[in-house]
């Protein structure tokens, strides 16, 4: 007969959360993609492969990702990289969060502004870059995570999402809010790993393990540093420092 503590662990689920590859802000003309419409270049692509070998041995029974394109793209890559023929579910509420006009900062303090969007003073009512609340993210994405954590469908899931998506639901792991929020960061392609067991409590793993550079050496830029020198400030992510190659 089974203790008590031994259906608890035959019970526990596994959670693998990946956040999409690198990608490129603007198409080869130099003109902006929509935020919606951003594709992985190439060294996102490299990353979502690498994130999948990285996966190879888990035995993922369920694949969900955004349905954004960097996701997509992500999924696919990752999934020819591991031994699972399971289906990829689509949940719009995991998309990341909308900003503004975020290519058009301007003015004293703007590159800051822009650099800490994701990381200081935020509250519910806060707005990323002019656009979308992070109360608006919390209320969407984490109903769609708790969904997910109810089905009794999978024993290993599979989320391919995004840095601000996977944020909000590592708070939730934590059992922290927006101050949480705000301490963690999200590497392209990189992956997390929670266990959940059967009385919904949670067990980090692994947080932004990015199996190309796993100790980040040459990885000194927040999120949003880096899409500010090399996006808003062409050819400035190369000459700057903490700026990987």
Known sequence: MLTELEKVINARRRIYLLRH????YFDPSGNPYQPGEVPLNKEGRDQAISAGKALGEAAVDLVVTSGLPRALQTAELALEQMDTGCETEHIDDLREIVPGDAFKSTGEGAD????????????????????????????????????????????????VAHGGTNRMILSRTLGGGLDTFGRLEQDAGCINIIDLDP??????????????????????????????????????????????A
């Not at 990381?119 to 990323?128: A, H, I, Q, V």
């Open 112 to 159: 800051l502004a822009f650099a800490n969007s994701l990381r200081k003073s935020l509250g519910r009512e806060t707005r990323f870059l002019g656009g979308e609340t992070f109360g608006s993210l919390e209320d969407r994405v984490l109903p769609a995570f708790e969904g997910l954590t109810a089905r009794d469908d999978w024993s290993e899931l599979l989320i």
């Open 21 to 24: 590859g690198e990608v490129s």
């Open 199 to 244: 009385d919904g409590s949670f067990l980090l793993r692994l947080i932004n393990y990015t199996p190309g550079s796993p100790i980040k050496a040459a990885m000194r830029l927040s999120t949003m540093e880096r899409i500010y020198m090399s996006a808003l400030l062409p050819g400035r992510a190369e000459e700057s420092p903490g700026t990987s």
